[in-house]
């Protein structure tokens, strides 16, 4: 297992559509692996592959609270087959988008299928901070970020600011 550099913005390819998974081998086995770890390690609660750099429709949650044990889930082809009409807010972050955090409006429940590590199929009823976490991560995988469900303005502002950050490193005064 290895814990791998997550992307942040402006990298473009945060905005790539993710391709499906064909086949559960070894190789996808230890690339989840390595997202579990690098997720434990952020901390975070979910993670996309895409956010490692690699743009397989793969993603790992685990939404347990600190002093409870760890229930990891992955998540391979993920699907939302259904969305609640009742929306919840919640204040969002993203491991791609260090210490910004902002109130984000989705379906308050979701349903999902996907395959799991053994390429069964699974359906989970999610709502509470699992269903915005399920959506969250379904997004990365369409080259979408939580920024996108912002107003222009809010969006922009966010992004400008993280391109500056990344030019003062590029170029030390
Ligand atoms: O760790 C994370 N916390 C979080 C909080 C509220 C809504 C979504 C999330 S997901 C985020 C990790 C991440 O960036 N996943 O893509
Ligand atoms: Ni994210």
New binding site residues.
Partial sequence: MAIREILTIPDARLSTISEPVETIDDELLALLDDMLET?YD???????AI?IGVPKRLVVIDTAKDDAPPRPHFLINPQITWTSEEMST????????PDYFAE?ERPSACRVTYLDRDGNEQEIEADG?LA??VQ??ID?LNGVL?IDHLSKLKRDRVIKKFAKAEKRKAVPA
């Avoid at 952020?42 to 996309?48: D, M, R, V």
Wanted: contains cysteine.
């Fill in positions: 997720m952020a901390p975070g609660i979910g993670l996309a956010q919640y204040e969002e972050g993203c491991l791609s988008i984000i901070v915005t976490c969250h991560e990365h939580f």
